[in-house]
Each structure stands twice: as C-alpha cells, then as structure tokens.
C-alpha cells in the first residue's frame, strides 16, 4: 500500500501544530509560531479562548446532537441573534462553507421556482477568480479550471463574468438569469475587493430584473472586516448571504441567511442536514457571536485593522522590488507582490515561525485572529522585516 491514510489531497507542509495559544500554535517539536492565518479565516477569537471553550465544553456535557426532528431552542437563539444583527429574516444552518453556499444557491433558484416566480431563471451569474468551496455546485460556479479537472461534468447554471466589471454582468443578464453569486471581498483570489460601483450597480440590476443578489461572505463575513458582514462597508442589502468560517471560531459551522422573500422557496421538506445546526454547533455560533457582534469589538477589529494596514503600506516600500501594494479591509488583507507570493510565505513560515496565507494574484494573505493587540502587531512586523531583509527571491525555472 502507498496510498498514505489520510488522502493525499493537500500538499500538506512540515509544521504539524499540537497546540494553540492566544495568536500562537506551537508544534509536535515544540516550535512556536505566530498565526496569523487563523485557519484560513476561522480562528478568530485566536486559540483556546476561554469564553468559547467553556460554551462548548458545557453543551458537549448537556446535549450535543438530537437532529433536525425536534425542536431546536439552541438553534433558535442563534438563529434569532443574526436576525436581529444582520438583514436576514431566516437562517438555515450547515457545517461548512460550501454548504451554506450550496443552500444560498438552492434558495435562489427555488425563489424563482416557486409560485409567482419565473422557473425558467436558473442561472447564476458568478465571477472569475471567484471561490465557492469544492462540492459539484460550488466548483460549478467558480471559472478556477484547476479545481474543475478530473471531476466533470460540471453542473449546469453558472455563467462566469469577468469580477468587478459592471457592464459586462449586466449584458450577461438575459431570461434564464436567476441572479447573482458574488465575493464582496474576494478571499482566495488574491483579497481582492469589489469597488463601490460594482456591488451597488449588483443590487440595482437585480431589483431592475427581479434577480436574486446572493453573497459569499463564507471568508469575508463574521466581523473579519470590522463590519459584522462586509456588505455593510457598501451599504447595500442582499437577498440571500453564505457565511461560515469564523461564525464557529474553529468549531465547524455555516449558515445560510436571507430575506423572508428570498426564502420563499425554502418550504417544508426542500432542504435539509442531519448535523446541521446540532446543539454543540448552536454552542459555539453563540459565544462567536456574543464575542463579535458588538460595536466594541467591531471598532477594535476596525482601529487594528487600520493600525496594520497602514504599517504595512510604509514597510512595504522598504522593499518595492518585492511587495506592490497592500489591499483589504479590517483585519482581512493581502499584499500583493511583484514576485511569486507562494515561496515567500514559504519562507516566511519555515524560516521566521510567521504564518500567514498565500492566495491567488500573488498575494499574501494576512488574517490574524481579529483579537491581536500591539504586541502582535509588533511581533509580526520583527517577523516579516526580518523575513523579507533574508529572502532571496527563487530562480524562475
Ligand atoms: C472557504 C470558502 C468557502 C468554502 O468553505 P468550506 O468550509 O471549505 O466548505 C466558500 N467560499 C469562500 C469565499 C471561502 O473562502
């Protein structure tokens, strides 16, 4: 047998964490590192926080799974915190991102599939460079031939359009149209943020044709940005909004909101998920949520994020032959270099103990947990002065 037992789908790296402190992880030979990946986006309370661990802990010795059968108090009290928090009427909950995307875009097409709706609207208008998750949907619905190789057919219904290009979304709209699927900052793809212009001339091609404008907020949602959701920095409302990632702080868990209008579709028996929304999830959900959904910690994650970014736009041109330019919002930004990001965040990683993410575009990702103070900041900018000062860029071949 050479097949190793966990399935050889990631090229997995040599760090092997055993523990996590505060910003920190510490691994199997005791090597420290500071995280400011966050589990790609997840982390965000950093690690073994107390508030969340003792929720978990708790329900885990209370209840921790019954099924969708029966009632769910656990599930309404979240369920009834994002409403009260967000646009969203109604929450469906899932265990992961691409899940709760496959429900948004479920709830689409059933909006237009439903009565007084239009059923030959189908199609989602998605956008190049996008990431939606890796089920048979949501490679579907991203352009990323990569992630589409070896596992054709792909599903019909998703129609690409270049990102961030108004005009070129609204000639695509036509009468099969069901709305659009959209990353308001585009995570994977280089944090990469839509302009103004773009997500509100969304909105208003949407209400124009009565299309669904469904958002991806699966990374960029749950605070990251120092709005709750991001579509708050655009002022504009959508119709159906995918999150997960941090909304669990670690532990798996994703929802799928919307407006009671949206939701029309999503009626007795449509959908559904064994696990989905268990009580142990719901525990979890809460103390993000408690943690997070507040104008204090919204304005710290605001203020840090700021800090940060403007640190980082002077550091980088200490070194303009490496680095461009610095983008994103909150504590969710990327740097985008002149050079290949992915040996660089290498480097970062096995040379200076500093974690961070490479992304599309030659990018590289900066997600802290969104609780880092001065000294974290300070800790990370010894890392990386001392990591590009040493960095020899590789040979091209
Ligand atoms: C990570 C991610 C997903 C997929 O989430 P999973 O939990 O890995 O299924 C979907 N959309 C975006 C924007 C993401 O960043």
Do not use: W
């Amino acid at each position: 047998m050479s097949i190793p037992a966990l399935m050889p789908v990631y090229p997995r790296c040599d760090v092997r964490p055993v523990k996590g402190e505060h910003c920190h992880l510490i691994d199997e030979d005791g090597t420290r590192y500071l995280d400011f990946a966050s589990g790609i986006a997840v982390n965000l309370l950093g690690h073994s926080h107390q508030g969340l661990i003792g929720a978990i802990q708790k329900q885990a010795e209370t209840l921790m799974h019954v099924s969708n059968l029966y009632g769910s108090p656990q599930g309404e009290r979240l369920a009834q915190m994002l409403v009260d928090k967000t646009f969203a009427d109604t929450v469906f909950f899932t265990n992961s991102g691409a899940e709760a995307v496959e429900c948004a875009i479920k709830t689409a097409r059933a909006f237009h599939q439903h009565e007084g709706g239009d059923p030959a609207r189908t199609e989602l208008i998605t956008f190049t460079s996008a990431f939606h998750g890796r089920t048979m949907a949501t490679i579907s619905a991203s352009n990323q031939a990569k992630m589409h190789h070896g596992f054709l057919p792909l599903l019909e219904g998703f129609q690409y359009c270049e990102f961030d290009d108004l005009e070129a979304a609204r000639a695509m709209i036509g009468p099969k149209t069901a709305g659009f699927l959209v990353e308001p900052i585009q995570g994977e793809g280089g944090i990469r943020p839509a302009s103004q212009e773009f997500m509100q001339g969304l909105r208003d091609l949407a209400d124009e044709h009565g299309l669904m404008l469904v958002l991806d907020e699966v990374q960029c949602g749950v605070a990251r940005t120092g709005k709750l959701y991001a579509h708050e920095l655009y002022g504009i409302t959508p119709d159906i909004v995918a999150t997960a990632k941090g909304i669990g702080g670690g532990f798996p868990l994703g929802a799928c909101m919307a407006t009671e209008h949206a939701a029309r579709g999503m009626t007795f028996g449509t959908h559904g998920s064994t696990y989905g929304g268990n009580p142990l999830a719901m525990a979890a959900g809460t103390a993000v949520m408690e943690a997070v959904a507040n104008d204090e910690f919204l304005e710290h994650v605001r203020d840090t994020g700021a800090r940060l970014k403007a640190k980082l736009e002077q550091f980088i041109g200490n070194y303009p032959e490496l680095f461009e330019l610095v983008r994103g919002e909150g504590l969710m930004l990327g740097i985008k270099m002149k050079v290949e990001s992915r040996p660089f965040f290498q480097h970062l990683r096995d040379k200076h103990q500093l974690l961070t993410v490479a992304a599309g575009d030659n990018t590289l990702r900066v997600l802290p947990p969104l609780v880092i103070g001065d000294a974290e900041i300070d800790e990370f900018f010894d890392k990386l002065s001392a990591g590009a000062a040493d960095y020899t860029v590789p040979d091209a071949s």
